[in-house]
């Protein structure tokens, strides 16, 4: 059975800065695209981020974009999202998530995501 994990998440101020890590078991890493989405409580669910199987093509939701880095490292089979200058409405529950679609036109859409991982918790204070 695929697991997608997620770590790196916590609690830091304002301003400062986090780097989340995600993995999977059971997959071809260098197959998949690779996203980061977000859920604060009482919100939906939003894409922050996606990269394309080999990394050479990213995007990110304009509320992150300049602030936040996604990357991957083929050889640890390793995606991260690198979040710098947080603030205090980036806090939310962070997901990874895999698809076999690419990182282009609908990558924000939920339902074009294969497999998802539990969460890490991001909470960032005032």
């Known amino acids: 059975q695929v697991q997608v994990m997620e770590s790196g998440g916590g609690e830091v101020q304002a301003g400062g800065s986090l780097r989340l890590s995600c993995t999977a078991s059971?997959?071809?890493?260098?197959?998949?695209?690779w996203g980061w989405f977000r859920q604060a409580p009482g919100e939906e669910r939003e894409a922050v981020s996606c990269i394309s199987r080999v990394g050479s093509a990213s995007v990110y939701a304009d509320s992150v974009q300049g602030r936040f880095t996604i990357s991957r490292d083929g050889a640890k089979k390793m995606v991260y999202l690198q979040m710098n200058n947080l603030k205090p409405e980036d806090t939310a529950m962070y997901y990874c998530?895999?698809?076999?679609?690419?990182?282009?036109?609908?990558?924000?859409?939920?339902?074009?995501?294969?497999?998802w991982g539990q969460g890490t918790q991001v909470t960032v204070s005032s």
């Open positions: 998530a895999a698809t076999g679609s690419y990182c282009s036109g609908s990558w924000s859409s939920e339902g074009r995501y294969d497999y």
């Open positions: 059971l997959l071809t890493f260098d197959q998949w695209t």
